[in-house]
Structure formats: structure tokens, C-alpha cells
């Protein structure tokens, strides 16, 4: 079983920055694809960004320019450094693990989710 944790979320203006971590419970974090997603009230859960094992990224088109996805596998730890933030990017945003080396966009390549971390972005 695997275990991932977000924290960092809040409530921000619009233009302010904020980063989000996972935090992952095992050691074999290294191995897997990591991803980023999120879910507004009343909307399906969508792509954000990922990260493959290797470390190659890819982010969906609202994200491009603004977010970055980093991981330290030291930690086990995969961060989504949010910039220029604005009030569409309020949502519940979800860390996702893969076991494996590539990169997806589609949630059902992830097999182990985290709970959640809010963001608010006030106008």
C-alpha cells in the first residue's frame, strides 16, 4: 500500500505564487511517474502536470508558463510550484503515483491518489 500526502494549499490573491507538496510513503519513489490534478466544485477531476521518472515534465495548457512539477527522491516528495495565480485555478488539488517510468495525463494510468489540498485564489 502506498500512502501520498499533499500539503501547501491555501487561500491566496490572484497573482500570488504558492507550492504544494506529496509526500510519498515509500521508498521506491524514485521508480514511479508522479502526477498533478485537479478538481473545481461541480467539474471532473483534470490533468495538471507530470513527471516522469527521469524527471521529463509535461503540463497541461492552463498550467504552461505558470506551474512547475519538481521532485527531490531523496525525500520522496513531488512539488508543484504554482505562479500567477488566478481565481480559475481555485480547486482541490490531487498528487497521483504510477508505477512506472513514463508519463500520462489520463487518471486512470494512477494508481495511488492522496487526499487532497485546497486552493483558493480570491480576485
Known amino acids: 500500500q502506498v500512502q501520498l500526502v499533499e500539503s501547501g494549499g491555501g487561500l491566496v490573491q490572484a497573482g500570488d505564487s504558492l507550492r504544494v507538496s506529496c509526500a510519498a510513503s515509500?521508498?521506491?519513489?524514485?521508480?514511479?511517474?508522479m502526477g498533478w490534478f485537479r478538481q473545481a466544485p461541480g467539474k471532473d477531476r483534470e490533468f495538471v502536470a507530470a513527471?516522469?521518472?527521469?524527471?521529463?515534465?509535461y503540463y497541461a495548457d492552463s498550467a504552461k508558463g505558470r506551474f512547475t512539477i519538481s521532485r527531490d527522491n531523496a525525500k520522496n516528495t513531488v512539488y508543484l510550484q504554482m505562479n500567477s495565480l488566478k481565481p480559475e485555478d481555485t480547486a482541490v488539488y490531487y498528487c497521483?503515483?504510477?508505477?512506472?517510468?513514463?508519463?500520462?495525463?489520463?487518471?486512470?494510468?494512477?494508481?495511488?491518489w492522496g487526499q487532497g489540498t485546497q486552493v483558493t485564489v480570491s480576485s
Open positions: 497521483a503515483a504510477a508505477p512506472r517510468a513514463g508519463i500520462s495525463t489520463s487518471k486512470g494510468s494512477y494508481d495511488y
Open positions: 515509500r521508498r521506491t519513489f524514485s521508480n514511479w511517474a
Open positions: 513527471i516522469s521518472r527521469g524527471g521529463s515534465t
